[in-house]
């Protein structure tokens, strides 16, 4: 088929957090997947190989060894930007129908105005109709106290101009949609929701050995104030006598620190240094390995914008059982080894943990979790073609 439509992946917006990242990394995987008559083809933007972004990356390293040097703490940063845009590369890099290009601002805006692509996950805020937008969440309205006003008017005017600058926009839950027609008026453009469906990207061989040798539950989140690490950690306070120890990881930088201490702290205080281990910068294979070999994921937020997060997401896909807060996103999850506890309250998970650990789970096979996760992927694949074949 001669002159087929151009799909392209503006990934610099997302390369700024890990959950940007793993969504593109869902989207145009499943999408690959599903499209073996290659009816589009495919192009990945991505803030590297350049050099306003070479720019960028020197300059955020050269302040963190300066920082570093003044605080005698000397411990390297990569530019978020960098290190994620190169997880991107190289889980891509090997794929046919895909087109990898590093581009800075100037050139990404040449892609996303050409009027004959049609932009997937596009932030951008022009008038090009040919884009399917993208809004992650409504986390400023409900839990207003962690941000400053500023940020909050800044989002709101954000998300209104992707309501009025698309036709479609895509969201990770029905909470999330309910919002946007809750917070905004006069809503033209058609909202979709991703399916929930779990599967595996990455090399699930490659965390076949066991790191952690003992029984354990396992938190990996943000170490931000809503992921509410305080209530898991209280609850094993009264957990001792059972064989079965907390880990917690997460990603630990600057802007973080001041929780991920009280958190430490809160650990101190309860004399729970032996019941729980407070992990932090994991690579993300090691942080896979964890969730393979845990008794169940346990996820405590106060707030989502999609179904228990990612971790549950990666958890299910390992067919792990996961403990999750009753918040109404997390009521999306449709999984048969999950279990609720009410928000904030470490007596009902302390309920939870242990009903959980006494369960016995038949184990399925490599070769099982595979073929459960192709499924997966290709439906969800199947989800995505079908939204941009309708853009004419």
Request: proline residues 2%; charged residues 25%.
């Amino acid at each position: 088929m001669l002159n087929k439509k151009k799909i392209i992946f503006p990934a610099a917006y997302f390369c700024s957090w890990n959950g940007g990242t793993k969504l593109i990394k869902m989207c145009l995987d499943s999408i690959l997947y599903f499209d073996k008559k290659k009816n589009f083809e495919y192009v990945l933007l991505l803030p590297d190989k350049n050099i306003l972004s070479n720019m960028k990356r020197i300059s955020f390293v050269s302040k963190n060894i300066v920082k570093n040097i003044l605080t005698l703490n000397f411990k390297y940063a990569e530019w978020p930007y960098h290190s994620n845009a190169k997880e991107l590369r190289n889980f891509f890099s090997k794929r046919k129908n895909l087109k990898i290009l590093g581009v800075d601002y100037r050139n990404e805006k040449k892609y996303l105005n050409d009027k004959k692509n049609i932009n997937f996950l596009s932030m951008d805020l022009n008038s090009n109709k040919k884009k399917i937008g993208y809004i992650f969440d409504f986390q400023h309205k409900y839990l207003n106290n962690f941000f400053s006003n500023k940020q909050i008017n800044d989002r709101d005017n954000f998300f209104k101009k992707i309501i009025e600058n698309n036709n479609q926009i895509i969201v990770n839950s029905n909470q999330t949609k309910k919002d946007i027609f809750k917070f905004y008026n006069k809503i033209h453009a058609k909202v979709e929701v991703l399916p929930f469906l779990p599967f595996i990207d990455f090399d699930i061989k490659s965390i076949d050995k066991r790191i952690f040798k003992e029984n354990y539950f396992v938190i990996c989140n943000q170490f931000w104030s809503h992921k509410n690490f305080e209530t898991a950690i209280i609850s094993f306070k009264n957990l001792s006598k059972f064989n079965f120890k907390l880990v917690i990881t997460g990603q630990l930088n600057s802007k973080n620190k001041k929780y991920y201490n009280e958190i430490l702290n809160l650990i101190i205080k309860n004399q729970l240094q032996k019941n729980i281990i407070l992990l932090n910068n994991l690579e993300k294979k090691v942080q896979l390995n964890l969730i393979k070999y845990c008794i169940a994921l346990i996820q405590p937020s106060l707030f989502e914008g999609g179904p228990g997060g990612f971790s549950v997401y990666e958890a299910i896909s390992l067919n792990k059982p996961v403990i999750v807060s009753n918040i109404k996103v997390n009521r999306e999850i449709n999984y048969n080894k999950v279990f609720y506890f009410k928000t904030g309250d470490h007596n009902d998970l302390k309920k939870k943990i242990i009903c959980v650990y006494k369960k016995k789970y038949k184990k399925i096979s490599i070769n099982t979790l595979i073929k459960k996760s192709n499924r997966n992927k290709f439906m969800f694949g199947k989800f995505l073609h079908n939204l941009v074949s309708k853009i004419n």
